[in-house]
């Protein structure tokens, strides 16, 4: 029998239906509440218990320290899978074969130029804009040059829609960057893959080749899998609730891009690494900064560490400690920094501060650390995270259209004046 849940509000009853996942989580159906109750709304602010749609993409048990794209565990997909082949799992439900990946890969490749007149909108930003900012503009700026990409109707516009911005996406990436360093814009070379292609657009001197360098590839290809989703984070319910309006695709990523750019979110890898550099010029001593970050009446927080869901390690973070440990082997990079983060990681295991609320390193503790080995500058840390991020926003977005959800429009709790009289300016 279908559960349902009472609720009495002076003395009258009324019952909801009980949905139930299927990993056998449970919510209260309140559809019907504002109608059956005569206008009474529920208040959650920051969505803490509040769920706002059904998904099939991504399973994720907090308390467990579970992580699942479409069914599949992260640790073997980081183990065994690349990430377009990740990314086509997320966005249509199923691993690819091989020719639906080669034809993935293909069609991608086929959509791989950006309109020369992009570059145009590049050369008016200052140098030292934040990449992010540039990211977001030029993808919302993509919507121009791709208006088919709008109104899509069909499941095919759909497709061509999303494979033109995992294309372009990259390029704009990588020219962020280049823009900021003052690099000549670069077109990748469509014979290598995805992740290798983005590194020579990134890296490619203009007096010089691009070598590629193995260990580089797949610690990034790997890194981009375990960012790829994560279900309704700040940055992803963003993307459907902007898709709900219909706005379409490259806008609802442009607003993603920017809610994920805030250091309580995607920003939080480069406030880490500005951390842990901000403590070795101190001289190292991590107790001290222990003590700040459990002072209420300091704003410090330990970046890196706490998850609104995760109350456990978060899965990603093992799986990237690990990975840093092994990435910086193989190039022969010594970073101090990593036995910061290490040293922080012990002593806030063993602390009732960060015990007693949960508090464990999340995706952003380690990850910067990678990415220096790899070569990418600290203000790329944010946008890296914004295209291993791509696909699982990708993905939301075709699920919100596909489910035909409503658009999303949540209700308030008005505390403001009641009516007043306008006050003439001489009186005020
Ligand atoms: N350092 C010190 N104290 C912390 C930290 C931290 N990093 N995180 C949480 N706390 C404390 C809070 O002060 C609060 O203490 P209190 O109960 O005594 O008031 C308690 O732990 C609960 O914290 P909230 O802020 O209520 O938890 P919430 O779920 O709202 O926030 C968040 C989660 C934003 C991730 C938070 O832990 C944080 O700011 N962490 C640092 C930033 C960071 O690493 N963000 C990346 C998140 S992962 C991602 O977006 C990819």
Redesign the pocket.
């Given at each position: 029998m279908s559960k349902t849940a009472i609720l009495e509000i002076d003395g009258k009853k009324y019952e909801f239906p009980i949905v139930e996942g299927t990993e056998n989580e449970l919510a209260i159906d309140i559809k019907s509440l504002r109608g059956d109750t005569n206008g009474i709304t529920t208040l959650d602010p920051?969505y803490k218990n509040t769920g706002s749609c059904e998904s099939a993409i991504t399973f994720l048990n907090g308390e467990e320290g579970i992580l699942r794209y479409r069914g599949y565990s992260i640790e073997e997909l980081a183990e065994k899978a690349d990430f377009l082949e990740v990314a086509y799992l997320l966005i249509f439900g199923e691993l690819p074969t091989k020719s639906q990946l080669e034809k993935f890969h293909n069609d991608i490749k086929a959509q791989s130029h950006v309109d020369e007149d992009v570059k145009k909108i590049i050369d008016g930003f200052p140098k030292s804009a934040h990449p992010m900012g540039v990211l977001s503009s030029l993808t919302s700026a993509l919507v121009a040059f791709n208006p088919s990409s709008v109104n899509v109707d069909s499941e095919e516009e759909m497709y061509n829609a999303i494979v033109r911005i995992l294309a372009k996406f990259p390029v704009l990436t990588a020219w962020a960057y280049r823009k900021r360093v003052g690099l000549p814009l670069d077109y990748g070379d469509d014979n290598l893959g995805y992740v290798e292609n983005f590194l020579k657009m990134m890296f490619k001197k203009p007096s010089g080749e691009y070598v590629s360098n193995k260990v580089v590839v797949e610690s990034l290809d790997k890194l981009l899998i375990l960012h790829a989703d994560h279900e309704q984070?700040c940055s992803t319910s963003t993307v459907r609730m902007v898709g709900s309006s219909h706005a379409g695709l490259f806008v609802s990523i442009s607003a993603g891009i920017a809610a994920l750019w805030g250091?309580?979110?995607?920003g939080?890898n480069q406030a880490v690494i500005e951390m842990l550099e901000a403590i070795k010029e101190d001289g190292g001593d991590t107790k001290k900064f222990m003590a700040k970050?459990k002072d209420k009446d300091d704003p410090f927080?330990?970046?890196?560490?706490?998850?609104?869901v995760y109350k456990n390690f978060d899965p990603r973070a093992k799986i990237i400690k690990r990975s840093a440990d092994n990435v910086l082997d193989a190039l022969g990079i010594e970073d101090p920094v990593l036995d910061i983060a290490k040293g922080l990681e012990r002593e806030a295991l063993e602390d009732s501060y960060f015990v007693d609320?949960k508090?464990y390193p999340?995706?952003?503790f380690y990850s910067g650390i990678i990415y220096r080995a790899l070569g990418i500058p600290v203000e790329m840390f944010t946008p890296m995270f914004a295209l291993g991020r791509l696909p699982g926003w990708i993905a939301q977005w075709r699920e919100m259209r596909l489910r035909k959800e409503p658009i999303g429009r949540p209700r308030q709790v008005y505390i403001g004046e009641k009516l007043r009289s306008f006050k003439d300016i001489s009186n005020r």
């Open positions: 920051g984070n250091p309580l979110h995607g939080a970050a927080r330990l970046m890196g560490f706490g998850h609104r609320r508090l999340n995706v952003d």
